[in-house]
């Protein structure tokens, strides 16, 4: 049996059940042959209002279930992302561009995003407060009721999933508004998933859509969280709005990681973790290794072997080619990285790898020295190289930057590296490791212009993240007042 098949929702979107959007539909196209995979409902401001309206209605019910349903949900969720793996797959490949080991990425955390939200169902909902009076005090954990989610296209089954599945554990509805470039792995797979797993209706919506759906979404009245994953021109917008209207808004942004490698690092397994840093998924995830820090000593030679790592790297078509990396996701984003390339070889960057493109697919690259590609979010494969000579210059250099994402240090020297991390601003540090990492039970976030912090993942980021604290106190009698 086919989970995702197209005759299912061509032209449709999921609200509550297959409809015909009122605004439309689009082509979903494979970015490595420009070809047409099929045709998605693109939703409109109107159907998130309805959206919206028939989630608050259902989602009472939903948080009155016994948290047992809750979790057998989650639970037969995660299995049917484990069952429907290789189909999904499919898809992910084609409309995203991933190379099959990053598609195999995307359903194993979903499945486990389904599996830890399953527990948290069962989780601790409160605590006993102390009071000075004859009474019962206590501070409990209640449902906020309606969450959106807007999710991005470059790893869009986790970024949708990891909101999507603790919010309905911890009783909410949600609007899921997934980039409809990616609609089908963003968006049909959790709605497909969710309905097979018996999610009653009217708990789930997913609405592809543009600005106009996502504005939509963040002034909806009914919908008091916003969790947003994306660029940080887009979150800035989605939080002015939900500070004017009160909202709460989880925003997981963009990012420019830094890889520092001391003077002690092993130079093979320093290069082999800095390319795939900067190289994965073609440079498109947040946590991209977007700059090298290098000891002075090593940083000609490490360039050397970075480039000849990114001159052996297949480029292609992962459908249909054994590649490391595939497409781009557009002929903009492709420009976008290609003038930052072109732009710091203009500025006085050596271009050592790369700086070539065919179509979307583009070259891995590695630039030696700063330049636009150095100081901003590239969200392509490109690695810049800056030399540093002291400790103090190290820090320095990896905190130069209004985004504080993650972090990765290579040395022998652990304790070293973990005093260097102290020093650092970020959301997320990995000790002799790259920068590109995830897992469903460690909470995930950044600061600065990264986001407003740890927001997902584990029991407690969770809970803070799709539940508000509501006070209650007990006692046997009426209190009695002097007037």
């Excluded at 420009?34 to 309206?53: F, K, M, N, S």
């Excluded at 039970?441 to 799709?466: E, Y």
Aim: hydrophobic share 45%; proline share 6%; with cysteine.
């Amino acid at each position: 049996m086919s989970l995702l098949d197209p005759k299912l929702w061509t032209g449709r979107i999921y609200s509550g059940g297959w409809v015909t959007s009122q605004a439309g539909e689009a082509a979903v196209v494979e970015p490595a042959t420009g070809g047409e995979l099929g045709r998605i409902g693109v939703a409109g401001a109107d159907d998130v209002r309805a959206a919206a309206r028939r989630a608050a209605q259902a989602q009472k019910d939903w948080a009155a279930t016994n948290f047992e349903e809750r979790a057998a949900v989650l639970r037969r969720a995660g299995a049917l992302f484990e069952q429907y793996a290789e189909e999904i797959h499919h898809w992910i490949i084609r409309e995203t561009g991933s190379v099959p080991p990053k598609a195999g990425l995307e359903t194993h955390v979903a499945a486990q995003e389904c599996f830890e939200a399953a527990a948290l169902a069962s989780g601790t909902t409160g605590e006993i407060l102390p009071t000075n009076r004859k009474r019962l005090s206590l501070a409990r954990r209640v449902p906020v009721g309606v969450v959106g989610v807007i999710a991005p296209f470059n790893v869009p089954l986790i970024l949708g999933i990891r909101s999507v599945a603790p919010a309905l554990a911890l009783g909410n509805a949600v609007v899921l508004k997934p980039d409809a470039r990616t609609a089908v792995s963003g968006g049909v797979v959790i709605a497909r998933v969710l309905e097979e797993a018996g999610l009653p209706e009217g708990l789930l919506h997913v609405l592809p859509g543009g600005p106009e759906a996502g504005e939509a979404l963040v002034a909806d009245p009914l919908v008091p969280v916003i969790s947003f994953t994306g660029s940080t021109a887009a979150g800035r917008k989605v939080g002015e709005a939900c500070g004017r209207l009160l909202k709460r808004a989880h925003l997981e942004l963009g990012g420019n990681s830094a890889l520092i490698v001391l003077d002690d690092a092993d130079l093979d397994l320093a290069a082999s973790a800095g390319a795939w840093g900067s190289f994965l998924h073609q440079g498109q995830i947040c946590m991209t290794t977007g700059r090298h820090l290098v000891h002075a000593s090593l940083a000609d030679e490490y360039v050397e072997r970075l480039a000849a790592k990114a001159d052996h790297l297949p480029v292609g078509d992962p459908a249909t080619q054994q590649v490391a990396l595939g497409p781009l996701i557009s002929a903009g984003q492709r420009d976008k990285v290609h003038a930052l390339v072109t732009g710091s070889v203009e500025a006085g960057a050596r271009l050592a790898a790369g700086g070539t493109y065919e179509d979307l697919f583009y070259r891995p690259t590695v630039l030696a020295g700063a330049g636009p590609a150095y100081d901003n979010e590239v969200f392509g494969p490109v690695a810049p190289v800056m030399p540093f000579h002291t400790i103090e210059e190290a820090v320095a250099l990896a905190g130069d930057s209004e985004y504080g994402l993650s972090l990765g240090i290579l040395s022998r020297d652990v304790m070293k590296a973990m005093h260097l991390a102290e020093q650092i601003p970020t959301g997320i540090v990995h000790i002799n490791d790259q920068t590109v990492d995830d897992e469903a039970v460690a909470p995930f976030g950044g600061l600065g212009a990264s986001g407003t912090g740890s927001r997902f993942g584990g029991p407690r980021a969770n809970a803070d993240a799709f539940t508000h604290t509501q006070w209650v106190t007990v006692q046997g009698d009426i209190a009695a007042y002097p007037f």
